[in-house]
């Protein structure tokens, strides 16, 4: 049987190929991510954490540890964001460590570097923690205003995948204003959905914009789908950060309730002219708690905060913020059906 070789004319002459501008257009998009690559890599460094506690084995397998758990370590990413050592990465990647280390890149003068690295904050409710390590010539990454992104945008995200170090992949801005459960349980608020693929070990790395400028902290990938991956934002993280740095946490105010969502009815919506359709029912009062003092009852529905409107748990934990505690609160009540306001003063949640 004859072999015939066929010849493919060239894309590029052919009607409907891929045309001298399109050339131009991918050439500018290869140029702009190998550009980031440059600009950050320095920036990006690898975390490895040892000491974390995990539940051990069957008692038939080896390595058991006589109180029930045995020591685990894990890979992760960060970035730097001053050039006196300040790392930010995700608490979950760091949380539970009794040592941290922090790999810098490869420089052309000789291999990466390690620094045992000491832990500044973590806050767990929006899974960022800042680390600082004492070296010299570090490079610090800037941060863009996460508020001016537009979807559409591209995103480069940077990280050290599976332990690999420095790897880059680069998709666009999916989705703005998501929000993400952390492991705290509260909700973490204007998540950035991106699809620049990100993988374990991607976690704390920078999501980049074409100038290569941070707009996001790589926190998590839904799995199995593809191509569903989130970020923290940046104005978050840095706001988060820089109170982790001045103060060591985040102060956040709290009640000393336990709440949950409640459906409110048609006719007490009308009766007391609610916007919303549903509620946060006072489940118990803490005896000594800072709301035990302020008539709150059990049965209560929480519908208001200082005229904000609450309609979820969730709700109730983004207006605690911290220049509400030690302050007089007025919380909007429905008690026996009837509208009614209540003073409160947040504590601080420890």
Same mark, same amino acid.
Do not use: W
């Given at each position: 049987? !004859?072999? +015939?070789?066929?010849?493919?004319?060239?894309?590029?002459? +052919?009607?409907?190929?891929?045309?001298?501008?399109?050339? /131009?257009?991918?050439?500018?998009?290869?140029?702009?991510?190998?550009?980031?690559?440059?600009?950050?890599?320095?920036?990006?460094?690898?975390?490895?954490?040892?000491? *974390? *506690? /995990?539940?051990?084995?069957?008692?038939?397998?080896?390595?058991?540890?006589?109180?029930?758990?045995?020591?685990?370590?894990?890979?992760?990413?960060?970035?730097?964001?001053?050039?006196?050592?300040?790392?930010?990465? &995700?608490?979950?990647?760091?949380?539970?460590? %009794?040592?941290?280390?922090?790999?810098?890149?490869?420089?052309?003068?000789?291999?990466?570097?390690?620094?045992?690295?000491? $832990?500044?904050?973590?806050?767990?409710?929006?899974?960022?923690?800042?680390?600082?390590?004492?070296?010299?010539?570090?490079?610090? /990454?800037?941060?863009?205003?996460?508020?001016?992104?537009? =979807?559409?945008?591209?995103?480069?995200?940077?990280?050290?995948?599976?332990?690999?170090?420095?790897?880059?992949?680069?998709?666009?801005? %999916?989705?703005?204003?998501?929000?993400?459960?952390?492991?705290?349980?509260? #909700?973490?608020? !204007?998540?950035?959905?991106?699809?620049?693929? $990100?993988?374990?070990?991607?976690?704390?790395?920078?999501? =980049?914009?074409?100038?290569?400028?941070?707009?996001? =902290? &790589?926190?998590?990938?839904?799995?199995?789908?593809?191509?569903?991956?989130?970020?923290?934002?940046?104005? #978050?993280?840095?706001?988060?950060?820089?109170?982790?740095?001045?103060?060591?946490?985040?102060?956040?105010?709290? #009640?000393?309730?336990?709440?949950?969502?409640?459906?409110?009815?048609?006719?007490?919506?009308?009766?007391? +002219?609610?916007?919303?359709?549903?509620?946060?029912?006072?489940?118990?009062?803490?005896?000594?708690?800072?709301?035990?003092?302020?008539?709150?009852?059990?049965?209560?529905?929480?519908?208001?905060?200082?005229? +904000?409107?609450?309609?979820?748990?969730?709700?109730?934990? *983004?207006?605690?913020?911290?220049?509400?505690?030690? *302050?007089?609160?007025?919380?909007?009540?429905?008690?026996?059906?009837?509208?009614?306001?209540?003073?409160?003063?947040?504590?601080? #949640?420890?």
């Amino acid at each position: 049987m !004859d072999t +015939q070789l066929v010849a493919y004319p060239d894309p590029v002459s +052919q009607p409907g190929g891929l045309g001298e501008q399109d050339s /131009i257009l991918l050439d500018a998009y290869s140029n702009t991510v190998v550009n980031v690559a440059k600009k950050v890599s320095a920036s990006v460094v690898q975390i490895k954490v040892s000491g *974390r *506690r /995990i539940p051990t084995a069957p008692a038939n397998q080896p390595r058991r540890r006589p109180n029930g758990s045995e020591e685990a370590s894990g890979t992760g990413s960060g970035f730097i964001i001053s050039t006196d050592g300040y790392i930010i990465t &995700n608490n979950h990647v760091v949380a539970g460590a %009794s040592r941290i280390d922090v790999s810098l890149p490869e420089r052309t003068d000789g291999p990466s570097r390690d620094y045992e690295a000491m $832990l500044i904050g973590r806050d767990p409710a929006t899974d960022i923690a800042v680390l600082k390590i004492y070296a010299d010539g570090l490079r610090a /990454i800037r941060f863009a205003d996460s508020g001016q992104l537009q =979807v559409g945008q591209i995103a480069i995200a940077i990280g050290n995948p599976y332990g690999f170090q420095y790897s880059l992949t680069a998709g666009v801005v %999916s989705a703005l204003g998501r929000t993400l459960r952390s492991e705290s349980g509260r #909700l973490i608020d !204007d998540v950035i959905q991106t699809d620049a693929a $990100l993988n374990p070990g991607n976690s704390g790395g920078p999501l =980049v914009n074409s100038n290569g400028d941070v707009i996001g =902290v &790589n926190t998590a990938v839904i799995l199995p789908a593809q191509g569903i991956c989130f970020a923290v934002s940046s104005n #978050l993280a840095a706001f988060v950060a820089g109170k982790l740095i001045m103060e060591g946490r985040v102060r956040r105010g709290y #009640l000393g309730i336990a709440g949950q969502l409640i459906n409110l009815t048609e006719r007490i919506r009308l009766y007391n +002219q609610l916007t919303v359709r549903t509620g946060v029912v006072v489940t118990s009062v803490e005896a000594d708690g800072f709301a035990g003092n302020a008539e709150l009852l059990p049965g209560d529905i929480i519908v208001g905060f200082n005229g +904000q409107p609450v309609s979820t748990v969730d709700d109730l934990h *983004r207006l605690l913020t911290d220049d509400t505690i030690g *302050r007089s609160i007025q919380l909007s009540v429905l008690r026996e059906n009837r509208q009614k306001g209540i003073i409160v003063i947040p504590g601080e #949640l420890k």
